[in-house]
């Protein structure tokens, strides 16, 4: 070797040693002394043994011996892998790579390359490490997992994955073809008509993304889903849906039972309702008829145990009516927004609403003013609703010519009213009812002998009427006698407060429309929430030349859409009747309303409501609460 030679070897990136022909170091370079320790003048004349541990020593000496008896080159990466030592003491991994060379006096020499594969070793370490997590992550996985690489043969699989197969894929999984495995899966498919269907599309897509359900013989249903991995395999997953279609077939059959089983509840408390009723108006009507017996008078001992009857038999009546009362509380769960409510605005909007039709049966609706009344604490829409059944009832069972009033009366006074309750009734001089139908009103489907009548009915609404006085904490009755007509009634909680002035869409239609002058203009609120209508109030009070009529109902407010003609329509959606989509609609199709814009304000907030509003052409849908500033930019807009 020359000097040069020397030169390179001293600047090389790894640890380079000369052996002498006498297996003894005679040049090492810088980077042997940084990687071991030693000094130069430490190593020159020693065996490379110097820089083995000890137990490696005697064998090391046999490989170079063996090595210059017979020595070849042996590249970097394919030389003999050892562990050094370091002066300190300390062991490194080291990978070396011998070669011959011809001494400047011609003597056979050795080079050794050392390179510290510390490193390599731990990124080696942390691969296996990494590849044994992830195969027992995969291996532990509930559902079946299988990996294909880009030459469409398996690479690995996990148990699940093999027992989906069933033992149709004979011998070691590793290394089988795609195509096999495919057939595998089809071999699994229970016959019929859905195993063709499932062939077809499986083998249509290839090695195409996609996901399919499969049944087996066995009777499991199995969902395979393949995708393809960014190196051009596959990875299969299967997932045994056979549990869960159980359990949701179970979870059907349960709701379909409970359902049938309300249904089946209701109709048999209905049933029975009728059943004991009837022998218990025997029962009591006979028992009566002793206790008023002029002709033949019981002993005072017997008017004794007849007073026990009685006594009896009215409270199996009165639990009756409560098991009925409390299946339909169970059957309904209906909620109520108590708020202040004023009886006229209450009154206005229910006989709007009936006249057109008491006038096609040629009844008239009057009035009954009885000075300053308290408003009630109630929820304004389920108020609406009992005056409007009483209303709607006295209409049906009236007569051509006939009356229906609407009174209202602040507590104390006549028939039990309390103070703190204000009784809102309605009269009517129709049919009345006859006293031994008394006992089967607000009870469900008891329409006091008329079931077969002529006029329709579903014998509903007093219960109706009944749980939702109760549920605003209310009481209700009624009196009535064949042919002299009748009179129901539901008494409230009163409101003590100061009241509020009655907002425009309680005020009559021609007081309305005779306040608007030619140059206002006109926006229709269709609410039936009092707070907000006071709201909405005071917001359009801030326009000049705006005019706010409201509407509670759906109903009312597309006939006064028609009739008016507003610059724009304010709407809520969850309105008593039809809601406000369905009001839209109705809108659209009428062409006096058609192009009048229309601004959603609800608490139906959710992304899926709002882009079903937009969806279906509101100008605005706006969520509850109400930015008012987005409000009053919608609201500027238009006017």
């Known amino acids: 070797m020359t000097p040069a030679h020397f030169l390179l070897l001293e600047t090389a990136p790894d640890a380079m040693l000369v052996l002498g022909a006498d297996a003894r170091i005679v040049f090492v370079n810088a980077q042997t002394e940084a990687m071991f320790g030693f000094g130069r003048d430490e190593l020159i004349g020693q065996p490379l043994d110097a820089i083995l541990p000890p137990h ?27 562990h050094g030592q370091r ?46 997590l992830l195969a027992s992550a995969v291996e532990g ?42 057939a595998c899966w089809l071999d699994r498919h229970a016959p019929g008509d ?22 087996t013989r066995d009777g499991r249903t ?33 709701r379909v039972a409970a359902e049938a089983g309300s249904a089946a509840k209701s109709e048999f408390l209905s049933s029975m309702s009728h059943e004991l009723r009837t022998p218990m108006n025997a029962i009591l009507g006979f028992a009566q008829l002793l206790q008023r017996d002029k002709k033949e008078p019981l002993s005072a001992r017997q008017q004794e145990r007849l007073a026990q009857i009685m006594k009896g038999g009215e409270h199996l009546l009165r639990l009756i009516d409560d098991v009925l009362d409390l299946a339909r509380i169970e059957a309904g769960g209906v909620s109520v927004s108590t708020e202040p409510v004023d009886v006229d605005d209450v009154f206005d909007a229910v006989r709007e609403l009936l006249e057109p039709m008491a006038a096609r049966v040629g009844v008239t609706i009057a009035r009954d003013r009885a000075g300053e009344l308290p408003m009630v604490l109630a929820d304004r829409t389920r108020v609406v609703q009992i005056v ?37 009734s309605v009269h009517d001089d129709g049919l009345g009812i006859d006293e031994a139908q008394h006992a089967s009103l607000f009870q469900p489907f008891q329409r006091a002998g008329q079931e077969t009548g002529a006029i329709e009915g ?15 904490g209310g009481r209700h009755g009624f009196r009535s006698e064949r042919g002299r007509g009748s009179e129901f009634w ?71 859409a028609r009739r008016l003609r507003p610059k724009a329509i304010l709407m809520d959606i969850n309105l008593p009747g039809i809601s406000g989509f369905d009001a839209l609609d109705e809108l659209r199709r009428w062409p006096e309303t058609t192009h009048i814009p229309v601004i959603a304000l609800t608490a139906a907030a959710s992304e899926r409501d709002q882009r079903r509003g937009r969806q279906a052409g509101f100008f605005r849908y706006l969520t509850k609460p109400v930015k008012v500033d987005e409000l009053e930019a919608a609201l500027s807009a238009l006017l």
């Open 490 to 560: 539901v008494d409230l909680p009163a409101h003590h407060g100061p009241r509020r002035a009655a907002p425009a869409g309680g005020e009559p239609r021609e007081r309305r429309e005779q306040s608007l002058g030619a140059d206002q203009r006109l926006v229709l609120y269709i609410e039936d929430n009092q707070a907000n209508v006071a709201f909405m109030t005071d917001l359009v009070c801030t326009f000049d030349g705006v005019e706010l009529v409201t509407a509670p109902t759906a109903e009312q407010g597309i006939e006064l």
């Open 141 to 182: 996985m509930q559902d079946g997992v299988a990996m294909f690489g880009p030459d469409g043969r398996l690479v690995l699989c996990n148990g699940v994955y093999r027992v989906a197969l069933a033992g149709t894929l004979h011998g070691p999984a590793a290394g089988v073809a795609y195509e096999e495995v495919c």
């Open 222 to 254: 199995l969902r395979l889903a393949r995708r393809a991995t960014p190196e051009g395999g596959l990875v299969e997953t299967v997932w045994d849906l056979t549990d869960d279609m159980l359990k949701a077939e179970e979870l059907r059959a349960a």
């Open 56 to 82: 490696l020593r005697g064998a090391h000496e046999g490989h170079v011996a063996r090595f210059f008896a017979h020595p070849t080159v042996r590249r970097m990466g394919s030389g003999l892998e050892l």
């Open 194 to 215: 859905d195993a063709d269907t499932f062939r077809a599309a499986w083998v249509a897509s290839g090695r195409a993304p996609t996901s399919t359900e499969l049944r």
């Open 388 to 424: 409007m059944n009483f209303g709607s009832n006295a209409i049906k069972y009236n007569r051509p010519g006939g009356h229906v009033t609407l009174a209202a009366v602040a507590g104390p006074g006549a028939d039990g009213l309390d103070a703190g309750f204000v009784r809102i």
């Open 87 to 132: 002066r300190d003491g300390t062991d490194l991994p080291i990978e070396v790579s011998l070669s011959p060379v011809v001494s400047p006096s011609g003597e056979a020499w050795v080079s050794a390359a050392i390179r510290d594969i510390t490193q390599r070793k731990r990124a080696e370490a942390a691969l296996r490490l990494n590849a044994e």
């Open 458 to 472: 579903t014998g509903i609404g007093l219960v109706i009427t009944k749980r939702l006085a109760a549920l605003m």
